[in-house]
């Protein structure tokens, strides 16, 4: 190893130019990779976090919705719903004290159910019915 | 490989080869080393060019240019052109070898001119690659290139009145140049040939991918209409082929444009204004380029010269920036303006009205400076073609 | 031949009014206007598109919607496509077609290099107005657990960044209009709730023959809130190139008045 391979940087502003160079040369990376950073270990992307909190907060809406619908009576007897109705709907304020890591996961989980509702909704019995209304079609859209 | 300062200053290396009792007993002047052909043995050689600030070869025929590798290919050659024979004969011998490594760096000493200008032609080297000798006998070409070597190294002391202005700098600095060492001018005036051979060898590694990929979406058949800003004595002229671009280079230095037009004389070569104002018509360009140009302007002519580039380029075509981005400038005599990327990032934008996308990024890292970071950014133009 | 109007605006800025008055006077906004949903608070007659166009290049570039330094981005080859895609359909089925996305104040090169036609008109608005209602809207979000605790907790937590917002959006719509003055019109919000006669001045200017609508329609006047607060900062060097930006602002929608004012309609 060379004796010298450690400095300090002493002057700040080249310090916060040394930043701005890397984290745009990462960002463009990333753009070019197509966004993915599927790398294990590798932190998640800022865009990435923001699509999966939204994913859960439409979960969120839709089982409300569902559940304020005529449909609401029928759905609260479907085990699923119920599951879902307890996770998400219950206990609203658990993932917001979650550890970042256990949040990442939780907020993949909301993801994952989410598209997995959109899909039974829109081609179940009822298909017909969700896919008439313009804000299911709009989630449909985005997620699946 | 962290360099830290030595004891012993660089200076020039002469590689006697067969010749080494005759050249040592040539006298040559100033601060050199003399090897012979046991010492550029494939164990010795990294240890014998350890001090070279250039390697001068006179013996050709005995020496390893395949054992030039790693970081030994910084030190800029030398090469002694043998008399006797003709190019054929030289190129089908040391073509592979030797000629097709030599770069803008390297130079070759020769006493004959046909034979010069046929192996300049065939490797396409600058008229500046040539050092011109009397006589072509190892032990006499020695004593010439000895000379003008220390010719070329008295340091260049810019005028301090004032403040640095850019301008009046740039231009001073390569009008004294120009006449005996325009080499000295690329890169820095305070280093060695060998510092300045290593930054360009950095900066090609990250240039010409992205010259090839501009290059890239365009016909074969079609020209690349390339313009150089701050061009010099042409360096990267070098990194076109002459067969399908037509290269121009502006610099604010009337002596470098001298020297460039006799380095290329098949490409084009203008005077830059003090008003940053390009000579040329919208749209001539296919790409259009700065190394190490903007980061010694002061804001208002960094958004000239990139306004001025934008509009000289091609829709479609591209601009690209070889620049510092991590710079420090903290010393009286330093002539560096600092801006991060975000900074000249704001600063395109102001200058093109946004009218640019993307297209690569890359950070540069110097291996003799832990703090200077250089990038460059590559974009391109965007809107329809105003002419045809 | 089609015609292109984009509306184009710095986020709670009269963009969502402005869609509304000229969808009813016959503009072409898009096959699925999105609702509100949490997830897009100002989302009213945004194109799902368009928004999901503009969404993925913000992503390709790592960023969300709330862009507070200039962006250079990087635009692949799909999103060059679909973008023409989505041009190719409305301009073979609308005469005239527009859209309106805040987010679009980033990518008018893009959109004016595929269409080089397109008109486009800016609405702004005081940046204090802008940003209070931003930072209002996140805060409540943010405390409801609506929408992206990340995007929300940027207002709260790095200075000025609504603010940097409001002016590198600005900016851009600026640097567009400098360099095609003559398609471009620029309006302020308050302008608009004065009466002034925008469909009317869109007709005149660019014969785009839209259905004159009266304004009170799409804007509830009642609850116009014109005043103008003062702004919060922490870095002052913004302040000076804030002040530049609204000038400039100002300026051009002056413009507009003294081009169409001695023609116009009395309200």
Same mark, same amino acid.
């Given at each position: 190893?060379?004796?010298?391979e ?34 294990t270990?590798?932190?998640?992307s ?11 907060? =439409?979960l ?44 990442t ?9 989410l598209?997995?509702l ?16 313009k ?10 | ?31 050199h ?28 025929f ?9 970081d030994l ?14 190019a ?12 097709s ?40 070409a ?6 003008a ?28 140049l ?23 060898r ?6 010409n ?9 365009q ?7 390339v ?35 006799k ?15 390009l ?10 380029f700065?190394?190490?140009v ?20 091609r829709?479609?075509?591209?601009l ?10 903290w010393?009286t ?29 890359e ?26 | 031949?089609s015609?292109?109007?984009i ?17 009813r006077?016959?503009l072409?906004l ?17 194109d ?25 981005p990087?635009?692949?080859?799909q999103r ?27 990518f ?13 008109l ?10 209070y209602?931003?930072?209002?809207r996140?805060?409540? =979000?943010?405390?409801?657990g ?27 719509l ?8 003559q ?16 469909v ?15 304004i009170a ?11 103008i ?5 922490s870095?002052r ?16 929608s ?14």
């Open positions: 190893m060379p004796e010298n450690f400095y300090t940087p002493t002057d700040m502003d080249r310090l916060r130019m040394e930043n701005e160079l890397l984290a745009f040369e990462v960002r463009f990376l990333k753009a070019r990779s197509g966004g993915q950073p599927e790398i270990g590798s932190p998640i800022l865009s990435r976090m923001t699509h999966l909190e939204e994913a859960e907060t =439409d969120k809406l839709l089982l409300r919705r569902i559940q304020n619908s005529p449909l609401g009576p029928v759905a609260r007897t479907n085990k699923s719903f119920q599951t879902l109705n307890e996770r998400y709907l219950k206990q609203p304020d658990t993932a917001l004290t979650m550890a970042p890591a256990q949040r996961v939780y907020l993949e989980g909301a993801e994952r159910d598209v997995l959109l899909r039974r909704l829109g081609s179940g019995p009822l298909g017909l019915y969700f896919r008439r209304r804000s299911f079609r709009t989630l449909q859209e985005r997620y699946l | 490989m962290e360099r830290t300062p030595t004891d012993t200053p660089e200076h020039p290396v002469f590689y006697a080869g067969r010749f080494s009792e005759e050249i040592s007993g040539a006298g040559l002047p100033g601060d080393t003399v090897l012979s052909d046991w010492d550029v043995l494939p164990a010795q050689l990294a240890s014998a060019l350890e001090p070279a600030s250039i390697l001068v070869v006179l013996d050709i005995s020496f390893p240019f395949e054992s030039l590798t790693g290919v910084d030190v800029p050659l030398i090469l002694l052109l043998p008399t006797g024979y003709d054929d004969f030289l190129v089908t011998v040391f073509g592979k070898a030797a000629f490594r030599l770069g803008f760096f390297d130079r070759v000493a020769a006493a004959d001119d046909d034979l010069w200008d046929e192996v300049r032609r065939r490797y396409d080297f600058a008229q500046g690659q040539l050092v011109e000798v009397e006589d072509g006998r190892p032990e006499y020695a004593v010439e290139i000895s000379a070597l220390e010719a070329e190294s008295v340091l260049y002391a810019p005028s301090r009145e004032g403040d640095y202005e850019a301008n009046r700098y740039w231009s001073e600095r390569g009008d004294a120009a006449g005996n060492a325009p080499h000295r001018a690329i890169c820095s005036v305070n280093h060695g040939p060998k510092f300045n051979k290593a930054i360009h950095v900066q090609e590694k990250v240039l991918p992205q010259i090839a990929a501009a290059r890239g979406i016909a074969e058949e079609v020209p690349f209409d313009l150089e800003i701050g061009a010099g004595v042409g360096r990267w002229a070098a990194s076109f082929d002459p067969a399908k671009t037509r290269f121009t280079g502006v610099d604010i230095s009337e002596g470098m444009v001298e020297a460039a037009r380095n290329f004389p098949q490409c084009r070569f203008d005077l830059l204004g003090e008003d940053s104002v000579p040329y018509g919208d749209e001539s360009f296919d790409l259009s700065s190394v190490t903007m980061h010694h302007n002061p804001t208002p002519t960094k958004r000239a010269l990139i306004s001025e580039m934008w509009r000289v380029t829709p479609g075509g591209r690209m920036f070889l620049e510092d981005f991590v710079s420090g400038g010393f005599t330093s002539t560096v303006y600092p801006m991060s990327v975000n900074e000249f990032v704001g600063l395109l934008f102001e200058a093109t009205a946004g009218q640019v996308v993307l297209e690569h990024v950070s540069i890292r110097y291996q003799h400076d832990d703090f200077t970071r250089g990038g460059l950014l590559s974009v391109s133009k965007l809107g329809v073609a105003g002419t045809w | 031949m015609d292109q109007l509306i184009a605006g710095f986020h709670r800025s009269g963009t969502s009014a402005t869609a509304r008055l000229l969808h006077a016959g072409f898009g096959y699925e206007l999105l609702e509100a949903l949490p997830s897009n608070p100002y989302g009213h007659f945004e799902r598109e368009i928004v999901n166009l503009h969404t993925r290049i913000l992503a390709d570039n790592d960023r969300t919607w709330a862009v507070d330094e200039p962006l250079l990087v635009v692949g080859q060059w496509r679909l973008m023409q895609r989505i041009i190719d359909r409305r301009n073979s089925e609308h005469r005239l077609w527009g859209f309106k996305d805040p987010r679009a104040c980033l008018m090169m893009l959109w004016k290099h595929l269409l080089p036609g397109a008109k486009v800016i609405v702004y608005r005081h940046f204090s107005g802008s940003t209602s931003l930072g209002q996140h805060s409540s =979000d943010m405390f409801l609506k929408g992206s605790e990340h995007v929300h907790r940027r207002f709260w937590e790095e200075p000025d960044f609504a603010l940097k917002m409001w002016l590198v959006h600005n900016n851009a600026l640097a567009f209009a400098r360099t095609f003055p398609d471009t019109m620029t309006v302020s919000l308050d302008m608009i709730r004065d009466g002034f006669p925008l009317w001045a869109l007709n005149r200017r660019w014969n785009l023959d839209l259905e004159d609508v009266p329609e799409a804007f509830d006047q009642s609850i116009s809130m014109r005043r607060r003062r702004q919060p900062v870095d060097a913004l302040i000076g190139k804030v002040r530049k930006t609204w000038r400039t602002l100002e300026r051009l002056g413009e507009t008045e003294m081009l169409l004012g001695k023609e116009a309609p009395v309200a």
